[in-house]
């Protein structure tokens, strides 16, 4: 028999047992693939493994997870938290933490070549004859 790790609020186990429900899994089956998946994802540390998460996402036919660059301010500070331990040993520098955020160089050109693209071919943006892009009128 396993232990006990702690209580939870009454709304919240029917919310579990709901969702468990729904997909005809037992609460205690549920909550222990749930918590499985989140330790998976994110491999004892303090930052999500996207990578992984987004392969999951894949083979479940959902939308995919991408790593657009946000531009709210909140958005940007819940990653850099994230992503910030709070031992001393595992700081991270400003470029680092850039890196973490917004991927590297590479990654955030991929990423705005590939949004460019996916744009034109919904024919909201058209490239230029400069070599830029502009909006279309649509």
Known sequence: MGRSIGTLPDD???????????LGLS???YVRQRLEAGRLLFECSDKLRTEMLTDL????????ITNELETPD???????LANLSTDESRAL???????T???SQKEQL???EKTLRDL???????????????????
């Open 12 to 22: 919240y186990i029917d919310r579990l047992d709901e969702e468990a429900g729904a």
């Open 27 to 29: 609460r205690t089956k």
């Open 57 to 64: 996402v894949d083979q479940d036919g959902s939308p995919t």
């Open 74 to 80: 909140s958005d940007i500070a819940n990653k850099v």
């Open 93 to 99: 520098e400003r470029e680092e933490i850039r890196e």
């Open 101 to 103: 955020v917004f991927g």
């Open 110 to 112: 991929e990423t705005i």
């Open 120 to 138: 034109n071919e919904r024919g909201m943006v058209e490239p230029a004859f400069d070599g830029g892009y502009i909006k279309t009128d649509e």
